[in-house]
Protein backbone atom coordinates (compact mmCIF):
# COMPACT_ATOMS: atom_id res chain seq x y z
CA UNK A 1 0.00 0.00 0.00
CA UNK A 2 1.23 3.22 -0.71
CA UNK A 3 2.63 5.44 2.12
CA UNK A 4 2.32 9.21 2.28
CA UNK A 5 4.04 12.15 2.94
CA UNK A 6 2.92 13.75 5.98
CA UNK A 7 1.53 16.74 5.74
CA UNK A 8 3.82 19.75 7.60
CA UNK A 9 3.72 23.60 7.25
CA UNK A 10 6.83 25.40 5.91
CA UNK A 11 9.21 25.91 8.14
CA UNK A 12 12.55 28.20 8.21
CA UNK A 13 15.96 26.65 7.59
CA UNK A 14 17.90 25.57 10.48
CA UNK A 15 14.93 26.60 13.21
CA UNK A 16 12.12 24.50 11.03
CA UNK A 17 8.88 25.09 13.03
CA UNK A 18 9.78 26.94 15.85
CA UNK A 19 9.24 30.56 15.40
CA UNK A 20 5.65 28.92 14.71
CA UNK A 21 4.91 27.63 18.28
CA UNK A 22 4.30 31.40 20.01
CA UNK A 23 3.62 31.61 23.64
CA UNK A 24 0.76 29.39 23.76
CA UNK A 25 1.57 26.14 21.72
CA UNK A 26 -1.75 24.24 22.62
CA UNK A 27 -3.26 27.18 20.45
CA UNK A 28 -1.03 27.71 17.68
CA UNK A 29 -0.74 23.84 17.28
CA UNK A 30 -4.19 24.05 16.92
CA UNK A 31 -4.76 26.13 14.65
CA UNK A 32 -1.93 24.98 12.54
CA UNK A 33 -3.98 21.08 12.02
CA UNK A 34 -7.15 23.17 10.92
CA UNK A 35 -4.94 24.03 7.63
CA UNK A 36 -2.56 20.88 7.53
CA UNK A 37 -4.85 17.95 9.00
CA UNK A 38 -5.01 15.94 12.72
CA UNK A 39 -1.64 14.71 12.18
CA UNK A 40 1.21 16.85 10.87
CA UNK A 41 4.95 16.76 10.88
CA UNK A 42 7.37 19.62 12.12
CA UNK A 43 10.68 20.32 12.95
CA UNK A 44 12.23 21.71 15.86
CA UNK A 45 16.17 22.68 15.01
CA UNK A 46 16.68 18.88 14.08
CA UNK A 47 14.22 16.98 16.07
CA UNK A 48 11.73 15.94 13.55
CA UNK A 49 8.61 16.33 15.98
CA UNK A 50 4.61 14.51 14.64
CA UNK A 51 2.32 16.54 15.83
CA UNK A 52 -1.03 14.44 16.52
CA UNK A 53 -4.60 15.25 18.07
CA UNK A 54 -6.66 12.04 17.33
CA UNK A 55 -4.57 9.30 17.87
CA UNK A 56 -2.69 8.33 21.17
CA UNK A 57 0.72 7.17 20.60
CA UNK A 58 2.33 6.08 23.79
CA UNK A 59 6.16 5.07 24.06
CA UNK A 60 6.86 1.66 25.61
CA UNK A 61 9.17 2.26 28.83
CA UNK A 62 12.36 0.60 29.02
CA UNK A 63 12.72 -1.82 32.31
CA UNK A 64 12.95 0.53 34.80
CA UNK A 65 10.34 2.66 33.66
CA UNK A 66 8.45 -0.15 34.07
CA UNK A 67 9.11 -0.65 37.86
CA UNK A 68 8.89 2.84 38.67
CA UNK A 69 5.38 3.07 37.49
CA UNK A 70 4.18 -0.22 38.87
CA UNK A 71 6.01 0.77 42.43
CA UNK A 72 3.24 4.34 41.77
CA UNK A 73 0.53 2.15 40.83
CA UNK A 74 0.72 -0.75 43.49
CA UNK A 75 2.14 1.04 46.02
CA UNK A 76 1.50 5.06 46.38
CA UNK A 77 -1.73 5.43 44.51
CA UNK A 78 -3.45 2.48 45.00
CA UNK A 79 -7.39 3.38 46.78
CA UNK A 80 -6.23 1.83 49.61
CA UNK A 81 -2.97 4.68 50.04
CA UNK A 82 -6.14 7.46 48.64
CA UNK A 83 -8.16 6.64 51.27
CA UNK A 84 -5.71 6.32 53.97
CA UNK A 85 -4.63 10.03 53.47
CA UNK A 86 -8.55 11.36 53.64
CA UNK A 87 -7.55 13.02 57.24
CA UNK A 88 -5.02 15.02 55.68
CA UNK A 89 -6.97 16.38 53.00
CA UNK A 90 -9.71 16.83 55.80
CA UNK A 91 -7.51 18.92 57.73
CA UNK A 92 -5.86 20.90 55.36
CA UNK A 93 -9.59 21.77 53.65
CA UNK A 94 -10.55 22.74 57.13
CA UNK A 95 -7.67 25.10 57.55
CA UNK A 96 -8.78 26.73 54.43
CA UNK A 97 -12.07 26.81 55.38
CA UNK A 98 -10.81 29.64 58.32
CA UNK A 99 -8.25 31.30 56.28
CA UNK A 100 -11.23 31.98 53.90
CA UNK A 101 -13.92 32.98 56.70
CA UNK A 102 -11.36 35.48 58.07
CA UNK A 103 -11.49 37.53 54.32
CA UNK A 104 -14.56 38.82 56.11
CA UNK A 105 -16.09 39.36 52.62
CA UNK A 106 -13.33 40.82 51.37
CA UNK A 107 -11.71 39.73 47.95
CA UNK A 108 -9.51 36.73 48.49
CA UNK A 109 -6.80 35.28 46.61
CA UNK A 110 -8.01 32.58 45.88
CA UNK A 111 -5.41 30.99 43.45
CA UNK A 112 -2.86 31.45 46.22
CA UNK A 113 -4.85 29.61 48.72
CA UNK A 114 -5.48 26.90 46.33
CA UNK A 115 -1.73 26.65 45.22
CA UNK A 116 -1.11 26.56 49.44
CA UNK A 117 -3.68 24.04 50.23
CA UNK A 118 -2.32 21.58 47.22
CA UNK A 119 1.36 22.08 48.46
CA UNK A 120 0.71 21.39 52.05
CA UNK A 121 -1.48 18.38 51.13
CA UNK A 122 1.15 16.81 48.91
CA UNK A 123 3.94 17.45 51.18
CA UNK A 124 2.31 16.08 53.70
CA UNK A 125 1.19 12.55 51.63
CA UNK A 126 4.59 12.75 50.32
CA UNK A 127 6.91 13.51 52.98
CA UNK A 128 5.20 13.18 56.24
CA UNK A 129 4.63 17.08 57.15
CA UNK A 130 4.75 20.50 55.95
CA UNK A 131 7.83 21.85 55.17
CA UNK A 132 8.71 25.45 55.43
CA UNK A 133 10.84 28.10 57.58
CA UNK A 134 14.32 26.27 57.42
CA UNK A 135 14.04 25.61 54.12
CA UNK A 136 12.23 27.19 51.70
CA UNK A 137 10.79 24.30 49.79
CA UNK A 138 8.17 26.11 48.33
CA UNK A 139 10.55 28.32 46.74
CA UNK A 140 12.33 25.73 45.80
CA UNK A 141 9.02 23.96 43.58
CA UNK A 142 8.46 27.12 42.43
CA UNK A 143 11.64 27.80 40.69
CA UNK A 144 11.85 24.38 39.52
CA UNK A 145 7.79 24.81 38.18
CA UNK A 146 9.56 28.04 36.26
CA UNK A 147 12.41 25.99 34.75
CA UNK A 148 10.23 23.26 33.59
CA UNK A 149 8.26 25.46 31.57
CA UNK A 150 11.20 27.72 30.10
CA UNK A 151 12.08 26.48 26.52
CA UNK A 152 15.78 24.95 26.46
CA UNK A 153 17.11 25.74 23.04
CA UNK A 154 19.88 23.45 23.52
CA UNK A 155 17.40 20.24 23.20
CA UNK A 156 15.94 21.15 20.03
CA UNK A 157 19.27 22.10 18.15
CA UNK A 158 22.18 20.94 19.80
CA UNK A 159 24.26 23.56 18.24
CA UNK A 160 22.57 26.57 19.84
CA UNK A 161 23.28 24.95 23.24
CA UNK A 162 25.61 28.02 24.16
CA UNK A 163 22.45 30.03 24.21
CA UNK A 164 21.32 28.20 27.16
CA UNK A 165 24.65 28.53 28.91
CA UNK A 166 24.95 32.29 28.04
CA UNK A 167 21.18 32.89 29.21
CA UNK A 168 21.60 31.21 32.38
CA UNK A 169 19.81 28.35 32.06
CA UNK A 170 21.96 25.98 32.50
CA UNK A 171 23.17 27.40 35.53
CA UNK A 172 19.65 27.56 36.85
CA UNK A 173 18.47 23.74 36.41
CA UNK A 174 21.79 23.07 37.83
CA UNK A 175 21.86 24.85 40.88
CA UNK A 176 18.30 23.78 41.03
CA UNK A 177 18.69 20.22 40.82
CA UNK A 178 21.47 20.21 43.48
CA UNK A 179 19.31 22.18 46.12
CA UNK A 180 16.48 19.94 45.19
CA UNK A 181 18.63 16.97 45.67
CA UNK A 182 20.17 18.37 49.48
CA UNK A 183 16.73 18.99 50.22
CA UNK A 184 15.38 15.26 49.51
CA UNK A 185 18.28 13.49 50.90
CA UNK A 186 17.71 15.49 54.19
CA UNK A 187 13.87 14.12 54.42
CA UNK A 188 14.96 10.48 53.29
CA UNK A 189 17.51 10.47 56.33
CA UNK A 190 15.25 11.68 58.64
CA UNK A 191 12.83 9.00 57.87
CA UNK A 192 15.65 6.36 58.01
CA UNK A 193 16.65 8.12 61.82
CA UNK A 194 13.13 8.60 63.19
CA UNK A 195 9.62 6.80 63.96
CA UNK A 196 6.32 8.70 62.93
CA UNK A 197 2.76 7.63 63.35
CA UNK A 198 1.16 7.86 59.81
CA UNK A 199 2.88 6.07 56.43
CA UNK A 200 3.73 8.51 53.93
CA UNK A 201 5.58 7.70 50.74
CA UNK A 202 9.28 8.05 51.58
CA UNK A 203 8.23 5.32 54.47
CA UNK A 204 6.49 2.98 51.58
CA UNK A 205 10.00 3.06 49.53
CA UNK A 206 11.77 2.83 52.19
CA UNK A 207 10.36 -0.21 53.50
CA UNK A 208 9.99 -1.74 49.78
CA UNK A 209 13.80 -1.04 49.98
CA UNK A 210 13.94 -2.73 52.99
CA UNK A 211 11.98 -5.72 52.65
CA UNK A 212 13.14 -6.23 48.65
CA UNK A 213 9.42 -7.07 48.08
CA UNK A 214 8.58 -5.71 44.58
CA UNK A 215 11.45 -8.35 42.49
CA UNK A 216 14.15 -5.32 41.73
CA UNK A 217 16.29 -3.38 43.88
CA UNK A 218 14.73 0.50 44.59
CA UNK A 219 17.81 2.61 45.67
CA UNK A 220 18.11 5.74 47.70
CA UNK A 221 18.43 8.01 43.84
CA UNK A 222 14.77 6.23 42.86
CA UNK A 223 13.56 7.01 46.17
CA UNK A 224 14.29 10.77 45.60
CA UNK A 225 13.42 10.57 41.85
CA UNK A 226 9.96 8.75 42.16
CA UNK A 227 9.45 11.95 45.31
CA UNK A 228 10.01 14.31 42.94
CA UNK A 229 8.06 13.12 40.27
CA UNK A 230 4.93 13.29 42.34
CA UNK A 231 5.65 16.79 43.77
CA UNK A 232 6.36 17.96 40.16
CA UNK A 233 3.55 15.96 38.41
CA UNK A 234 1.14 17.01 41.00
CA UNK A 235 1.28 20.46 42.18
CA UNK A 236 0.75 22.49 39.33
CA UNK A 237 -1.65 19.87 37.98
CA UNK A 238 -4.03 19.92 41.16
CA UNK A 239 -4.43 23.37 42.11
CA UNK A 240 -4.82 24.44 38.15
CA UNK A 241 -7.69 22.35 38.18
CA UNK A 242 -9.29 23.72 41.25
CA UNK A 243 -8.65 26.83 40.08
CA UNK A 244 -10.06 26.94 36.24
CA UNK A 245 -13.36 25.47 37.89
CA UNK A 246 -13.61 27.95 40.16
CA UNK A 247 -13.31 30.89 37.71
CA UNK A 248 -15.50 29.11 35.20
CA UNK A 249 -18.36 28.61 38.27
CA UNK A 250 -18.22 32.32 38.85
CA UNK A 251 -18.57 33.08 35.28
CA UNK A 252 -21.38 30.66 35.21
CA UNK A 253 -23.47 31.16 37.99
CA UNK A 254 -26.27 29.43 37.13
CA UNK A 255 -24.12 26.27 37.20
CA UNK A 256 -22.80 27.96 40.68
CA UNK A 257 -26.18 27.34 42.18
CA UNK A 258 -26.94 24.33 40.49
CA UNK A 259 -23.80 22.96 41.99
CA UNK A 260 -24.34 24.61 45.75
CA UNK A 261 -28.02 22.86 45.44
CA UNK A 262 -26.85 19.66 45.18
CA UNK A 263 -23.92 20.00 47.73
CA UNK A 264 -26.50 21.79 50.26
CA UNK A 265 -28.86 19.12 49.57
CA UNK A 266 -26.96 16.22 50.18
CA UNK A 267 -24.94 17.77 52.95
CA UNK A 268 -27.98 19.66 54.63
CA UNK A 269 -26.25 21.78 57.86
CA UNK A 270 -23.47 19.62 58.42
CA UNK A 271 -20.75 22.47 58.68
CA UNK A 272 -18.10 20.42 56.16
CA UNK A 273 -18.62 18.19 53.01
CA UNK A 274 -16.68 14.65 54.09
CA UNK A 275 -15.50 12.17 50.87
CA UNK A 276 -18.66 10.04 51.93
CA UNK A 277 -21.32 12.67 50.79
CA UNK A 278 -19.43 12.96 47.37
CA UNK A 279 -20.52 9.69 45.54
CA UNK A 280 -24.51 10.80 44.88
CA UNK A 281 -23.08 14.70 43.73
CA UNK A 282 -23.43 14.13 40.14
CA UNK A 283 -22.91 17.82 39.23
CA UNK A 284 -19.81 17.96 41.13
CA UNK A 285 -18.58 15.51 39.06
CA UNK A 286 -19.59 16.80 35.80
CA UNK A 287 -18.26 20.32 36.87
CA UNK A 288 -15.32 18.62 37.57
CA UNK A 289 -15.28 16.88 34.29
CA UNK A 290 -16.11 19.90 31.91
CA UNK A 291 -13.40 21.59 33.54
CA UNK A 292 -11.01 19.24 32.43
CA UNK A 293 -12.13 19.02 29.31
CA UNK A 294 -12.09 22.89 28.72
CA UNK A 295 -9.05 23.04 30.49
CA UNK A 296 -6.70 19.76 31.13
CA UNK A 297 -3.91 21.52 33.27
CA UNK A 298 -1.08 19.78 31.33
CA UNK A 299 -2.61 20.42 27.42
CA UNK A 300 0.04 18.51 25.19
CA UNK A 301 0.79 16.10 28.08
CA UNK A 302 4.08 14.91 28.30
CA UNK A 303 6.42 14.58 25.23
CA UNK A 304 6.53 10.41 23.53
CA UNK A 305 9.04 9.17 21.53
CA UNK A 306 8.23 6.28 19.00
CA UNK A 307 10.64 3.84 19.98
CA UNK A 308 10.29 2.08 16.04
CA UNK A 309 9.67 2.58 13.17
CA UNK A 310 5.38 2.50 12.67
CA UNK A 311 2.85 2.72 9.83
CA UNK A 312 -0.15 5.13 11.25
CA UNK A 313 -3.03 6.44 8.42
CA UNK A 314 -0.68 5.27 6.08
CA UNK A 315 1.75 7.44 7.17
CA UNK A 316 5.51 6.14 7.94
CA UNK A 317 6.89 7.25 11.63
CA UNK A 318 10.59 6.72 11.95
CA UNK A 319 11.74 5.44 15.12
CA UNK A 320 13.19 8.61 17.20
CA UNK A 321 10.58 10.83 16.14
CA UNK A 322 8.77 13.06 19.26
CA UNK A 323 5.40 12.53 18.93
CA UNK A 324 2.66 15.37 21.03
CA UNK A 325 -0.57 15.26 22.01
CA UNK A 326 -2.86 18.04 22.12
CA UNK A 327 -5.25 16.77 24.86
CA UNK A 328 -6.54 20.66 24.56
CA UNK A 329 -7.21 20.12 20.95
CA UNK A 330 -8.89 16.74 21.49
CA UNK A 331 -11.44 18.49 24.04
CA UNK A 332 -12.46 21.22 21.71
CA UNK A 333 -13.30 19.53 18.89
CA UNK A 334 -16.43 20.55 17.65
CA UNK A 335 -17.40 17.22 15.79
CA UNK A 336 -16.72 15.19 18.99
CA UNK A 337 -18.57 17.94 21.09
CA UNK A 338 -21.01 19.98 19.25
CA UNK A 339 -21.37 23.69 17.88
CA UNK A 340 -21.52 24.86 21.79
CA UNK A 341 -17.65 22.52 22.09
CA UNK A 342 -15.99 25.76 23.48
CA UNK A 343 -19.10 26.42 25.74
CA UNK A 344 -18.38 25.64 29.92
CA UNK A 345 -21.63 23.21 30.31
CA UNK A 346 -21.45 20.51 33.05
CA UNK A 347 -24.84 19.50 32.00
CA UNK A 348 -23.24 17.19 29.01
CA UNK A 349 -21.45 14.93 30.90
CA UNK A 350 -24.56 13.78 33.05
CA UNK A 351 -26.03 11.05 30.72
CA UNK A 352 -22.57 10.62 28.89
CA UNK A 353 -20.41 7.59 29.88
CA UNK A 354 -17.78 9.51 28.48
CA UNK A 355 -15.13 9.31 30.89
CA UNK A 356 -11.46 10.66 31.37
CA UNK A 357 -9.35 7.36 32.86
CA UNK A 358 -8.08 7.05 29.28
CA UNK A 359 -10.79 4.65 27.73
CA UNK A 360 -12.67 7.37 25.92
CA UNK A 361 -9.77 9.49 23.31
CA UNK A 362 -12.10 12.30 23.05
CA UNK A 363 -11.42 13.13 26.96
CA UNK A 364 -7.61 12.41 27.90
CA UNK A 365 -6.77 15.58 29.92
CA UNK A 366 -4.77 12.07 32.23
CA UNK A 367 -3.09 10.59 29.15
CA UNK A 368 -3.70 7.24 27.99
CA UNK A 369 -2.20 4.31 27.71
CA UNK A 370 0.94 3.17 29.40
CA UNK A 371 2.01 6.71 29.93
CA UNK A 372 -1.51 7.33 31.72
CA UNK A 373 -1.00 9.29 34.67
CA UNK A 374 -0.82 6.79 37.86
CA UNK A 375 -2.54 9.29 40.42
CA UNK A 376 -5.89 10.06 38.60
CA UNK A 377 -7.86 8.80 41.93
CA UNK A 378 -5.91 10.97 44.29
CA UNK A 379 -6.01 13.71 42.21
CA UNK A 380 -9.68 13.59 41.25
CA UNK A 381 -10.41 12.95 45.39
CA UNK A 382 -8.70 16.07 46.59
CA UNK A 383 -10.00 18.09 43.91
CA UNK A 384 -14.09 16.78 44.38
CA UNK A 385 -13.73 17.20 48.13
CA UNK A 386 -11.99 21.03 48.15
CA UNK A 387 -14.50 21.91 45.57
CA UNK A 388 -17.77 20.87 47.34
CA UNK A 389 -16.60 22.37 50.54
CA UNK A 390 -15.81 25.87 49.00
CA UNK A 391 -19.44 25.89 47.24
CA UNK A 392 -20.88 24.59 50.54
CA UNK A 393 -19.65 27.29 53.01
CA UNK A 394 -19.53 30.31 51.10
CA UNK A 395 -21.09 32.28 48.49
CA UNK A 396 -18.95 33.05 45.88
CA UNK A 397 -18.77 36.38 43.37
CA UNK A 398 -16.85 37.89 41.45
CA UNK A 399 -14.79 41.24 42.96
CA UNK A 400 -17.60 44.14 41.26
CA UNK A 401 -14.47 45.51 39.24
CA UNK A 402 -14.12 42.86 37.45
CA UNK A 403 -14.75 42.23 34.01
CA UNK A 404 -13.30 38.86 33.63
CA UNK A 405 -17.25 37.25 33.51
CA UNK A 406 -17.52 38.87 29.77
CA UNK A 407 -14.26 38.55 28.87
CA UNK A 408 -11.72 35.85 28.01
CA UNK A 409 -9.29 34.52 30.24
CA UNK A 410 -5.72 35.00 29.82
CA UNK A 411 -3.45 31.66 30.15
CA UNK A 412 0.03 31.90 31.46
CA UNK A 413 2.58 29.92 29.60
CA UNK A 414 4.40 27.07 30.44
CA UNK A 415 4.28 23.22 30.88
CA UNK A 416 0.90 23.60 32.72
CA UNK A 417 -1.64 26.04 31.82
CA UNK A 418 -2.96 28.12 34.99
CA UNK A 419 -4.28 31.16 34.57
CA UNK A 420 -2.15 34.27 33.78
CA UNK A 421 -3.31 36.41 36.88
CA UNK A 422 -4.54 34.74 40.01
CA UNK A 423 -8.44 34.39 40.38
CA UNK A 424 -9.48 36.96 42.87
CA UNK A 425 -13.32 36.26 44.47
CA UNK A 426 -15.32 37.55 47.15
CA UNK A 427 -16.69 34.70 49.74
CA UNK A 428 -19.22 35.12 51.65
CA UNK A 429 -20.03 32.75 54.71
CA UNK A 430 -23.91 31.28 54.68
CA UNK A 431 -23.46 30.12 58.60
C1 LIG B 1 -5.66 17.25 37.82
C2 LIG B 1 -4.53 16.68 38.13
C3 LIG B 1 -3.61 15.97 37.17
C4 LIG B 1 -3.57 15.93 35.80
C5 LIG B 1 -4.52 16.62 34.83
C6 LIG B 1 -2.47 15.07 35.43
C7 LIG B 1 -2.12 14.79 34.12
C8 LIG B 1 -1.05 14.00 33.76
C9 LIG B 1 -0.64 13.74 32.39
C10 LIG B 1 -1.33 14.31 31.15
C11 LIG B 1 0.44 12.93 32.44
C12 LIG B 1 1.23 12.41 31.21
C13 LIG B 1 0.48 11.32 30.52
C14 LIG B 1 1.06 10.96 29.17
O1 LIG B 1 2.11 11.48 28.79
O2 LIG B 1 0.46 10.16 28.47
C15 LIG B 1 0.73 12.67 33.84
C16 LIG B 1 1.76 11.87 34.30
C17 LIG B 1 2.09 11.74 35.62
N1 LIG B 1 1.40 12.24 36.71
FE1 LIG B 1 -0.31 13.30 36.64
N2 LIG B 1 -1.85 14.60 36.56
C18 LIG B 1 -2.52 15.13 37.65
C19 LIG B 1 -2.24 14.91 38.98
C20 LIG B 1 -1.19 14.19 39.44
C21 LIG B 1 -0.88 14.01 40.84
C22 LIG B 1 -1.69 14.59 42.02
C23 LIG B 1 0.27 13.27 40.90
C24 LIG B 1 1.04 12.80 42.10
C25 LIG B 1 0.76 13.07 43.36
C26 LIG B 1 0.65 12.96 39.53
C27 LIG B 1 1.74 12.20 39.16
C28 LIG B 1 2.07 11.89 37.86
C29 LIG B 1 3.24 11.10 37.51
C30 LIG B 1 4.26 10.49 38.49
C31 LIG B 1 3.24 11.01 36.11
C32 LIG B 1 4.26 10.28 35.23
C33 LIG B 1 3.72 8.93 34.80
C34 LIG B 1 4.61 8.23 33.84
O3 LIG B 1 5.56 8.84 33.30
O4 LIG B 1 4.36 7.05 33.60
N3 LIG B 1 -0.27 13.53 38.68
N4 LIG B 1 -0.20 13.32 34.62
Known amino acids: KKINTLPSPPGLPLIGNLHQLGHHPHRSLCSLSHRYGPLMLLHFGRVPLLYDKHDVASAPYGEYWRQMKSVCVLHLFSNKMVRSFREVREEEISVMMENIRKSNSLPVNLSKILVSLTNDVICRVALGRKYGGEVDFKELMERLSKLLGTFSVGSYIPWLAWVDWVSGLDGQLEKTANDLDKFFERVVQDHVNGNRDRTDFVDVLLSIQREKSVGFEINRVSIKAIVLDVFVGGTDTSYTLMEWAMTELLRHPKCLNILQEEVRTICKDRPSVSEDDIKDMNYLK ?13 PLMAPHESTQDVRLRDYHIPAGTQVLINAWAIGREAATWGPDAEEFRPERHLYSSVDYRGQAFELIPFGAGRRICPAISFAVALNE ?12 RLPVESTEDQTDVAESTGIAIHRMLPLYAVASSTT
Not at 288 to 293: A, F
Not at 385 to 396: E, G, I, P, Q
Request: no cysteine; hydrophobic share 55%.
Open 286 to 298: AVIKETLRLHPPL
Open 385 to 396: VVLANLVHRFDW
